[in-house]
DNA sequence: TCTCGAAGCTTTTTT
DNA sequence: AGCTTCGAGA
């Protein structure tokens, strides 16, 4: 990334800041050689990346004004119609690069777009400062007006490690039980609600009463006034503080929308409500909004995207155009056939009819085979594999694709034992591993002292003796006198609450972190990023460690630092991991791909095989409980996207036993196989001598009986639920007693952003000289002499001792 | 305060 | 079955 903060810019870009409102735009000077420049040099030849282009294609670059909708298919072209649009409009002289938004939703697919463009227009992109994620370009504009939405600019970006963390403590300090109501599952609900840009007030009151006691809205309001407070922002903030922002300032709204010109928006499918409104606020002002997408690749309903976004796009966008692609440049007719038939039987679709001229006798039928057993499975298409590869095919065109990821694992151990090579893609990233997030960690608390998240996840990392209790400690004072938690530490060693040894311990880290705060600015900082890893012992502490990960997670930190040498600086750094969580797995070795149905939209492969057809686990499950004839839907579609990755071969699976949970069961193959037109559908051999399942072969009566809506739901996991959280309702009203001591020293919870930054000296004991007070630990005594929050006392019991004033109570 | 054994969860994933 | 998380004892 050119831009490592995200919000410099350095551009050519007359960016002007809220309250100087541009009446005419000046046209800026334009830079030798910047990307306008060789665009509008190449006006004139437009045949040149036109050509090329089916006349749906090019109608869809060239239908420059007023809303569009693309509806791509499958391989049909998609991205080469984004990047071709934008080279077009850049061409024509249409807008400027700065003045062209385009979002995605992943870093990769912004990344390709970004080489793409570049191979148009020649090499540099740099002024496509607005092409990227919805959250980079909303943390783009939130850095500029962070004070107007409470934030500071400088607001850090919580993941969803820190978010749980802080969930948690949010739930414990709501006295709640902390198993019954899991941070994770309210991490979800809160997921759903920010999709749905529900801010604490706009939540139904049902909603808000299903999670602990009726207690949801309260949690949703607490833990938005701890983020304001720690100056951060979750990934879901990232998008609805933007919204807010436009919403209560017209003018920075304003601003935006005569900056952007024209807008794309790229798989569109897959936005949520959020965006969706993001995206209207937008296009108020401009109705060149051009969104791309495939209704029929929607998979990402279960975290909050809406269908109904693209199949409303004509209705919220009026006078819009509609563009289908229909001329699939990728698989052969069998495939595309096997894939068209198969979505047919969802309702509710935009429709659309793949067709290819593609189409030779000898081309593969999509092929089903049963097998005994997933490691039968593994045999098979392990067997499968090496075939190809011997007739000279390559391992790197060839991919398996499963519905889940335990069921990667048979695999992995089948492609070892051929000494076959493979790569697992979207396996846990390098940038959640634990040593990264704990080394990481450690740079947030020097670069952000008011990162409490941080800081407490590395105190006692590696071991310091600063347990559970010490911690409770800072915490208290953290929360009584509103400061960050470092801070807090601070103001507690000079007092004599801590027993000297955490005091020393915690003392020695905070005075390693003023240290490394002043080396920050000297230093260079992949320097100084080995130096703390190194005196903060956390290097040492892997070396120590004996077990079998530990040398390569020494490695990985070695590879951290060697990766932030990229970075100009270490806030850079920074804010690129919190928004970039994938790594360029570039491998040039030659190897078959394993992963997920989802991860695998968007790539496409010769051969791609499909296990694990099953019911219960294609379509799954949780989907069919959880959202029935919809999630129903959302799994075909998700196999008609498994399909459609592949160009010549399709190869599907499905077997008889499966274990689940480390429990066998007896599998019916999956209601999607007979949703297969058999004319270009071939049953293979069973390869191996027990093949087969029950009765032999698979027949369209199967499940004729079977409606899945009313059979066996009350033994599904889901009705089970639904019972258990039922009957827990109502005697859950405990956690009472030591709560309300705890609560009164609470005080308001509104808090203004600033408060945080208050230091000790401005916030006067409300206590005074000779006063008679008690401590939980040292007992009854006098107040000798009063230090901003640190008093000293002669105590009865303890002599005389410092301690901040929270510990104490009147008497 | 740390370490070990027991007890719970396990769909999909990005930012 | 296997991984993480939690609670009891040293």
Same mark, same amino acid.
């Given at each position: ?381 392990? &067997? ?142 992949? &320097? ?284």
């Amino acid at each position: 990334m050119a831009d490592p903060n995200g919000y410099d810019d350095s551009f050519d870009d007359p960016f002007q800041p809220v309250g100087t409102r541009i009446e005419s735009a000046p046209v800026p000077a334009r830079r030798e050689g910047g990307i306008a420049a060789r665009a509008m040099a190449a006006r004139g030849a437009p045949s040149d990346y036109l050509a090329g282009l089916n006349p749906e294609q090019r109608q869809a670059v060239e239908t420059t004004e007023g809303p569009l909708l693309v509806l791509a298919g499958a391989g049909t072209g998609k991205t080469r119609v984004l990047t071709t649009r934008i080279a077009h409009i850049l061409a024509t002289g249409r807008a400027r690069p700065f003045e062209i938004l385009a979002v995605t939703f992943t870093n990769k697919a912004a990344r390709e777009m970004k080489e793409r463009i570049a191979g148009f227009v020649g090499g540099n992109v740099e002024g496509m400062a607005w092409l990227g994620t919805f959250h980079s370009i909303c943390v783009k504009i939130l850095r500029k007006h962070a004070e107007l939405v409470g934030l500071k600019s400088s607001f850090s970006i919580l993941d969803t490690d820190d978010q749980i963390r802080l969930i948690k403590q949010i739930i414990q300090a709501e006295g709640l039980d902390d198993k019954r109501w899991t941070a994770r599952a309210f991490a979800g609900i809160l997921d759903g609600w920010k999709n749905r840009a529900l801010g604490p007030e706009d939540i139904a009151e049902g909603e808000a009463r299903a999670f602990a006691n009726g207690k949801g809205r309260k949690l949703y309001r607490e833990y938005q006034e701890r983020l304001s407070i720690l100056n951060a922002a979750d990934f879901g903030d990232l998008l609805l503080h933007v919204i807010t922002l436009f919403k209560k300032h017209p003018d920075v709204l304003k601003d935006y929308q005569r900056r952007f010109r024209y807008m794309l928006v790229d798989e569109y499918q897959d936005t949520n409500v959020a965006q969706y409104l993001w995206l209207r606020l937008l296009a108020q002002g401009n109705p060149n909004v051009c969104c791309v997408g495939d209704d029929d690749q929607s998979i990402y309903g279960w975290r909050g995207a809406e269908v109904d976004n693209i199949l409303r796009f004509e209705h919220d966008f009026k006078g819009a155009t509609v563009i289908r692609l229909e001329r699939n440049y990728r698989s052969t007719s069998h495939i595309l056939a096997a894939a068209s038939h198969l979505i047919s039987f969802n309702e509710g679709r935009l429709g659309k009819t793949l067709f290819t001229d593609f189409s030779e006798p000898d081309h593969d039928l999509v092929s089903v085979a049963s097998v005994w057993d997933s490691e039968e499975e593994a045999r098979t298409i392990g &067997e499968e594999i090496e075939a190809l590869q011997t007739k000279g095919h390559s391992l790197n065109e060839m991919a398996v694709l499963v519905r889940a990821s335990f069921q990667m694992r048979s695999f992995e151990d089948r492609f070892v034992t051929l000494g076959l090579n493979y790569r697992v893609i979207g396996g846990p990233r390098f940038y959640e591993r634990l040593e990264i997030r704990d080394a990481m960690a450690y740079f947030r608390c020097v670069v952000q002292p008011s990162d409490d998240l941080a800081f407490e996840r590395i105190v006692n990392t590696p071991k310091r003796g600063l347990g559970e209790a010490t911690i409770k400690l800072v915490h208290g004072v953290a929360r009584a006198e509103r400061i960050p938690l470092m801070q807090a530490a601070s103001q507690l060693i000079d007092t004599e609450e801590l027993k000297p040894k955490p005091r020393n311990a915690l003392k020695n880290v905070l005075d390693n972190f003023d240290r490394w705060r002043r080396q920050l600015e000297q230093m260079k900082h992949t &320097e100084l990023a080995e130096i703390i890893l190194d005196e903060s012992g956390y290097t040492e502490m892997w070396r120590q460690d004996r077990s079998a990960e530990a040398p390569g997670r020494l490695d990985n930190l070695k590879e951290l630092i060697r990766s932030m040498d990229e970075f100009e600086s270490m806030t850079g750094f920074l804010e690129h991991i919190s928004l970039v969580m994938d790594r360029d797995s570039a491998d040039a070795t030659d190897a078959v791909s394993i992963m997920t149905l989802h991860s695998a939209k968007g790539l496409e492969f010769d051969t791609v095989f499909l296990p694990g057809w099953e019911e219960g686990l294609f379509p799954h499950q949780r989907s069919l409980d959880e959202s029935g004839r919809a999630g129903l839907e959302e799994e075909r579609r998700l196999a008609y996207v498994g399909i459609t990755r592949a160009k010549k071969r399709a190869k599907i699976y499905f077997a008889s036993n499966r274990r689940i949970h480390g429990q066998w069961q007896s599998s019916l193959p999956s209601r999607f196989l007979d949703e297969l037109p058999v004319d270009h559908v071939e049953i293979a051999e069973p390869s191996t001598s027990y093949g087969g399942y029950g009765g032999g072969g698979y027949g369209p009566s199967r499940f004729d009986s079977h409606d899945p809506f009313d059979t066996g739901s009350y033994s599904t996991p889901g009705w089970k639920r639904a019972q258990r959280a039922r009957s827990s309702e109502g005697f859950s009203e405990g956690g009472r007693g030591y709560q309300s001591a705890r609560m009164k020293r609470q005080g308001p919870l509104t808090i203004e952003g600033e408060l945080v930054a208050k230091s000790v000296s401005d916030t006067p004991s409300e206590y005074s000289l000779g006063e008679r007070v008690f401590h939980i630990k040292f007992g009854y005594g006098a107040i000798k002499s009063i230090e901003g929050n640190k008093l000293t006392i002669d105590f009865e019991k303890a002599g005389v001792k410092k301690v901040i004033d929270s510990f104490v109570e009147r008497h």
